[in-house]
């Protein structure tokens, strides 16, 4: 590992009091700050003439924006957005600096810090393929793993989800905001339609006009009130069923 025996983790954010970037002890950072409310400590940068840039996400987790830096980071962060563990996430909010072995200062800025409803931790990246980032990336990931361990976290490459589910998670991103559950008691008729498994657009014609209806039914999909697999396109005769209780809202749901 590029890291000096012995030599000890730095964390760079801004501060949410002070309004300014600050330094501090990682291990003190990482119990103090919640990093999932934090500022980001750089921009994502704008590389010309790549198709996607930066831009924001509106996370219906938190009811705020999540700025994110690529196509692949915007993908990862809907997916997180499904998950019922998740409570927070914020685009780069800090900097973590070493010593490599000789005596040098490094740094690196995962793209991603989330947060789980048990108060632990994440740190990640979302590369567009395996190599991207090159060497310093896959020393990032001994050292961010090194870091993460110490206080608890963990770090990750997030690894592109395939064509299919990609775009049937876009689809289910475009009902998260509260305004797609309905008229009052409509989105508990509608899982109540699908108690067993039944074609999407049947479930949907049980309750109603399946023009008010299937809004709801994509929300409660993409809440995971309902399940359907997302490997295969999704389309109106997809098996769909109520989810169990507890049951998590993973990529691969149904």
């Known amino acids: 590992m590029d890291v000096a025996v012995g030599a000890g983790f730095e964390a760079v954010f801004v501060d949410p009091l002070l309004g300014q970037v600050v330094q501090q002890r990682w291990a003190d950072a990482a119990v103090a700050m919640a990093f999932e409310e934090l500022d980001p400590v750089s921009a994502f940068p704008v590389v010309p003439g790549r198709r996607w840039g930066p831009g924001l996400w509106w996370s219906a987790t938190t009811g705020r924006h999540v700025v994110s830096g690529s196509h692949a980071m915007r993908m990862q962060l ?3 957005d499904r998950d019922p563990q998740v ?7 800090v900097r973590v600096l070493w010593r490599d072995g000789r005596g040098r200062e490094r740094s690196w800025v995962p793209q991603l810090f989330v947060r789980y409803v ?3 931790g994440m740190l990640a990246d979302c590369p ?3 190599e991207a980032g ?3 990336a896959r020393t990032a990931v001994a050292v ?19 064509e299919v589910v990609e775009a049937n998670v876009k689809w289910l991103a475009g009902y998260r905001h509260p305004r797609y559950r309905g008229r009052t008691g409509l989105l508990e008729k509608v899982v109540e339609a699908y108690q067993r498994p039944r074609p ?3 479930g949907a014609s049980v309750v109603g006009d399946p023009i008010e209806v299937l809004p709801v039914v994509f929300r409660a999909l993409w809440g995971g009130r ?16 109520a989810a169990w209780e507890g049951a998590g809202v993973g990529v691969g749901a149904g």
């Open 118 to 120: 048990d108060g632990s």
């Open 134 to 136: 090159g060497q310093r």
């Open 200 to 202: 999407l657009i049947e």
């Open 144 to 162: 961010m793993a090194e870091a993460c361990a110490q206080v608890g976290f963990v770090y990750r490459r997030l690894e592109r989800l395939d």
């Open 128 to 130: 567009s393929h395996a």
């Open 226 to 241: 309902l399940t359907a697999p997302l490997d295969v396109p999704l389309h109106e005769r997809v098996l769909t069923r």
């Open 78 to 80: 809907m997916v997180l």
């Open 87 to 93: 409570v927070g996430m914020a685009g780069r909010p």
